[in-house]
């Protein structure tokens, strides 16, 4: 059979015109040889003579400088010096790599020396920030959860488990502010288990992302799992810190958390836990949110890893496994759950409030126990269809300029379109990065063929609506954004305000209502920002963020300490609120700071956040299985 692909000439099939032309063609070179052999012969003699000539010349200078002992020697070295001639004349200099002349190299080294500086000084400028921050807590707050910065007071909000000191910790280990470390420890050390063992009702959701999820941090990130601490690439100064402390206060704190799940006729957990009796009750309204019963699996996960003991992966696993069994819309899910019946509540579908985290933790959990086979691979499923479903029922572009946004089916897919993204939203755009590539860079991703074509569009997505809140910003008064916005669209007809901020060409395109012009120094924005600079590498993220921090600066800094949440950010000067929340020590200015820094601090593949910023490594053991 003739192989048509082969490429070799020897196999390839000729023409008989061919094969004689061939054969004609060899007959006369043959011919041509023959009456050449003298000429050839004589050509040869002529070479010859002209090696000797050179290699004499050279052996009669170097026999009037040297003195030899043996006639042997002598033509050695002769032979030797001429063929070295020879070579010298026909071989070629070797090829060097290019290299940029001495001024340009120069050049290039200098400018990559400012920039690393440029931005070291920008980080050196969040971490004033955070020590600033504490400073306002310390004095005024120091064991209550929040800060009210403007009263200077301390107020509990959230259980009243010191929640300030336990959610910036981590944030204070990675900035290397020892002493912060220091005041925060000991309180810590003596307070929190009497705090946990007396205290009574807490929020399920947010206790362990805040305070589980701080402590887990802390004992990695204070050398307490060993194996993986160099992975951080944070320089470890601390001394004294005893690790072990924060496992045990975790255990504590999980095993009456875990009474959540105990309590519940279903999979799905009540929202509220009672710490000092280990009792349970769901919600006034009998629901729990998609999003907080969905946001506790990396938490529980790695606490597993690391004690030894599968009961905490076990309950909270069980969750995304029962949701997996529901039915969705495109892969996307109304907002609440009914831990009686285990199933969704209403149509309600957004990926703001009480639905976020839903799709951030399907991403993230299967990251965190990929090396744990393909049993987990319905995760990673359940994220890609969900992400289409967001592309096809929620991605719409503003007029008249076309900012790309998600909007919400506050009635389900048959209802109509509502074109409002809350700031929370913002998440998404880093969460699509991460989902793309898995932790590494674009380049690389490319260079090894590893992005789907999901993977591009979710990139291409992710960037769009990096810029879209980037604008949230922008077009206020103050460069902070609300708490929600709108987007004109083709065919409505909402009203409402701009942000002021009149020499921005989205002016017209973002409508922020009475009741949403507040800011609560949210992490979202910046949170993505770091996630889209370390995938992509492209520096404007980095000037995005620092613009959004200078705004912070210029309008949330109370002179006495701390940072205050805003009433309005389209007046200057803005109403301030009096609240400090624990995310922006544990969220926002840690993002920040990532942001200006290396991408060898905390790296991406090697770390998974949880939603309220506390890096957990990456889980490799049997507990993963």
Partial sequence: ???????????????????????????????????????????????????????????????????????????????????????????????????????????????????????????????EAFVHAWSGYKNHAMGYDELMPLSQRGTDGLGGLGATIVDSLDTAIIMGADEIVYEAVPWIEKQLVERIEKKGQVNLFETTIRVLGGLLSAYHLSRGDKGTISDSGIPMTLKGVKSEIFLELAKTLADRLLSAFASSPTSIPFSDVVLHDHSAHPAPDGLSSTAEVSTLQLEFNYLSEISGDPKYRSKAMKVLEHIRSLPKVEGLVPIHISPHSGQFNGENIRLGSRGDSYYEYLIKVWIQQKNSGNQLNYLYQMYEEAMRGVRHLLVRKSIPKGLVFVGELPHGSNGSFSPKMDHLVCFLPGTLALGATKGITKKKAIERNLLTPDDLENLKLAEDLAKTCFEMYAITSTGLAPEIAYFHIEGDSEGGLDGGNKSSEYIDDIIIKHNDRHNLLRPETVESLFVLHRVTEDPKYREWGWQIFEAFEKYTKVDSGGYTSLDDVTLIPPPRRDKMETFFLGETLKYLYLLFGDENVVPLDKFVFNTEAHPLPIIWSKYSA
Avoid at 6 to 35: E, M, W
Avoid at 83 to 94: A, L, N, Q
Avoid at 119 to 125: D, E, G, I, L, V
């Fill in 1 to 127: 059979m003739q192989d048509i692909h082969y490429d070799n000439a020897k196999f390839r099939r000729r023409s008989p015109l061919k094969v004689i032309t061939q054969a004609l063609v060899t007959s006369h070179i043959r011919y041509c040889c023959r009456g050449c052999s003298t000429g050839n012969f004589l050509m040869l003699l002529m070479i010859l003579g002209l090696t000797y000539l050179i290699t004499h010349k050279s052996s009669d200078h170097s026999a009037s400088n040297i003195h030899l002992n043996s006639a042997a020697n002598v033509g050695h070295k002769y032979v030797k010096e001429g063929v070295s001639i020879i070579d010298k004349i026909w071989r070629k200099p070797p090829r060097l790599p290019p290299q940029l002349p001495p001024d340009e190299a120069q050049i290039v080294s200098s400018s990559l020396e400012e920039q690393r500086l440029h931005w070291f000084s920008r980080k050196q400028k969040v971490k």
